[in-house]
């Protein structure tokens, strides 16, 4: 995506840092100080401690605490599910009713990215996590400044569409990528995640598939998100399609890259729906 062309974000509330990441992340690597900045707020030490007892982390022994849960996991894991848990958080003012569907779906690719990274063998579990929560975290933004967001994101998904956030640009002259990359910029998520959900819809329907990735970590990620997208199905709960055209156009590529053939992809869908409950 080129960040070159104009944009316009006036209007547009980026909400900052919470002051909670702020405080894990000057504590560092050590644990006690760690789980104690997270009891200050224990809605969140619940909901952390909820989390990595899911069935996506396939834990074997329940984790009963947070100091336990930061040792077995890392500062670094548990800081990114907090931060997934406080975003919802950050979007208090948007019409809930109307992101009922958004929030669900956040929550179903992020779980299903993180057992799809552990069912392909793929390191970065908790940046799959991150990157499956924040990855649409534009669309509660752009419903805020533009009431009519809703209406005009469902067209984007559409068969005719070539291009989503090209679509948006046309009517707003920014779109929901864009301004979820500058909020992963604003919580200091790392620049491979922000790219990630600035591009996540800039995969064209081009002959050389190549020319998109890169040969990096990204790679892997971007099509476990894909993948994910497809799987919770947001073309039916964002977009409104019976058909996930965006799929349909790049499902070679991304297959081919994960050495997966249609039928491992079957089996993984298969295999993550039952365990999400989907």
Known sequence: MDLAKPIDLTGVFIPPQPKLIQQVKAVGDDIHKFAEVI?????????????????????????????????LLGCPYVTNIINGLLLKRSFDKVDARALENFWQGAKDVSLTMVLLARQLNILAVDEAYIIGLFHNCGIPLMLQKFPDYLTI????YDESVDSITEFEDHHFHTNHCIVGYYVAKAWQLSNDIAEIIRDHHHLTPIADKSAYFKGNDQDDLICLLKMAEHICKLYESIGGQ?????????????????????????????????????
């Open 153 to 156: 994101c469902r067209e984007a």
């Open 242 to 278: 019976s058909t996930d055209h965006e799929w349909e156009q790049n499902k070679g590529m991304i297959l081919a890259h994960m050495g997966l053939s249609d039928l491992d992809f079957d089996d993984l869908q298969e295999l993550t729906q039952d365990q999400l409950g989907l």
């Open 39 to 71: 009891s200050t707020d224990p809605g969140i030490g619940s909901m952390v401690l909820k989390t990595v007892n899911s069935p996506a982390f396939a834990r074997t022994n329940k984790i009963n605490s947070i100091p336990q849960a930061v040792l």
